[in-house]
């Protein structure tokens, strides 16, 4: 159940207490003064039951929290002790010196709820559209477009590791739920291999060669051991976790002409294939042909004279850069933005994307992209033409 904050005067008020310490000049000063006034409990309602529940924790805190927690690059945990003792974080959140406003895992729960109403983009638009309303954006100043990479925090597995995760995620939940089911797999399987001490091991001492395709074969062979002894089982959760360690076992596994369970070779293996039971969206990608990291894509808009970020779309690490180009452009129409031109590079030069961009009103100047694929193969390039100055 949500409800309005209402604020009792305290002489452990930082605002009282901290504003002869905190600078004219300081980012947190300047933040209480900008950025609170335009961020409103009302503005999540929908992301919480109105009338039913125990009351949250301000969303607009936890949004404001999230915000200082990017810019000050902290953990959950590490921002959890910032907003009970740091004062330039208490000041900027409008805190009470003796106050503890929340428990790290609060962090983690509001971004989840955001991403479940779609509202991750909310406070975002919001400073953005205060900031065109103020006139430091023109609604159709030239952009400029590129994509960064953003490295997964995840462990990178091994085979055997990656099969063990994904059975350890199954586990989990049926030892609670499935009592039964549990106890038949654990009379068939080595349980003590999946706890959260040993999911990662692949045994004692540096396994070679020969002891790792062994180990291979032992997890492949527990792997479907649960598969069979979860088969009847509807859980929406651990259908889902099944379904992960199925398409693992597809995408990474075969068998040798003995009938041998073996890993497949780099090049058997599929382009899009699964990483990470952790993190399920998590690709293997490429910014050039040295640089490989496994995690995300992310399409970043930029007005070139005022240099404020003005959309951010988020793609898996294996895309290409140019794939998000006319969403990252055309998402910004709700909050008023068609700029007249948006400069990239090559991986923008597509004629799809000037063909779409050039329709939503905007010119995209990048060079043409020759790379011949689907998408571009009726592309003429240069090196076609002689010019004649």
């Known amino acids: 159940m949500i409800k309005s904050f209402e604020k009792q005067g305290s002489f452990y008020d930082s605002d009282y207490v901290c504003d002869q310490l905190i600078p004219q000049e300081s980012f947190y000063r300047k933040f209480k003064e900008v950025v ?11 992301m919480y039951c109105i009338d039913n529940g125990r009351p949250p924790i301000s969303p607009s805190l936890l949004a404001m929290a999230t915000i200082l927690q990017f810019h000050k690059n902290l953990s959950d945990r590490e921002m959890e002790r910032a907003c009970m003792y740091d004062i330039e974080i208490k000041y900027a959140l409008g805190l009470r010196l003796d106050e503890r406003p929340f428990d790290h895992s609060s962090l983690g729960d509001f971004r989840k709820r955001l991403l479940e109403n779609s509202k991750e983009k909310e406070i975002f638009d919001r400073i953005l559209s205060h900031l065109i309303k103020q006139g430091l954006i023109e609604k159709n100043e030239i952009q400029r477009i590129d994509a960064t990479h953003v490295i997964a925090d995840i462990a990178v597995p091994t085979m055997v590791q990656l099969v063990k995760k994904s059975i350890f995620e199954i586990l989990k939940p049926l030892k609670g ?13 080595d349980i003590q291999e999946y706890t959260r001490v040993t999911v990662n091991s ?31 089982i509807g859980d929406r959760d651990i259908r889902k976790k099944k379904d992960m360690l199925r398409r693992i076992l597809q995408e990474n596994i075969e068998k040798d002409e003995d009938g041998e369970v073996k890993e497949k070779s780099h ?3 599929p382009k899009d294939m699964l990483v990470s039971p952790i993190d399920p969206d998590a690709r293997c990608g490429r910014k050039s042909a040295t640089k490989k990291f496994i995690g995300y894509k992310a399409n970043v808009t930029e007005t070139v004279e005022s240099r404020f970020i003005t959309n951010i779309v988020a793609m898996p690490g294996n895309r290409h850069d140019g794939r998000t180009a006319v969403e990252t452009v055309t998402e910004q129409k709700k909050v ?3 700029p007249s031109k948006v400069i990239g590079d090559t991986a923008y030069g597509e004629g799809l994307i000037r063909k779409e961009l050039k329709e939503h009103g905007s010119e995209m100047v990048a060079p043409l992209c020759v790379v011949r694929n689907p998408r571009t193969a009726a592309v003429f390039p240069k090196s076609m033409f002689n010019y004649d100055e």
């Not at 006034?37 to 309602?45: A, C, N, S, V, Y």
């Open 36 to 46: 609170w006034p335009l961020i409103k409990d009302e503005d999540f309602e929908e």
């Open 177 to 189: 739920r499935y009592k039964e089911a549990y106890k038949r797999i654990a009379s068939e399987i």
């Open 202 to 232: 692949e045994g004692p001492g540096r396994p070679d060669p020969e002891k790792k395709k062994r180990k291979l074969v032992e997890v492949v062979n527990d792997a479907r051991a649960i598969l069979r002894h979860t088969r009847a």
């Open 267 to 269: 090049k058997e293996k």
């Open 336 to 338: 008023g933005l068609i």
